[in-house]
């Protein structure tokens, strides 16, 4: 495949560039092209959630609850 080359002001040149078919005549797969702008997306989000820690929490210096529950027996 040839293509005109166009220079900065928008207008022909002369020259024609000739391109790869196994990379541009290709039927594009639009589920791929989904899938990367989701992952770029969300990789430009910034991580800014955070969850409040046994020292962020607000109250006595006790455990706060016990690790284990115990079950008593009746008999």
Known sequence: M???VIDIK???T???AKLNDAVFCIEPNDHAIYLDVKQHMANRRTG???AKERGDVRG???K???QKE???LEL
Request: no cysteine; net charge positive.
């Open 14 to 16: 002369s020259k024609k």
């Open 70 to 72: 115990i079950k008593e």
């Open 2 to 4: 040839e293509l005109a």
């Open 48 to 50: 800014n959630h955070k």
């Open 64 to 66: 706060i609850r016990k």
């Open 10 to 12: 928008g207008k022909k």
């Open 60 to 62: 006595s210096r006790r």
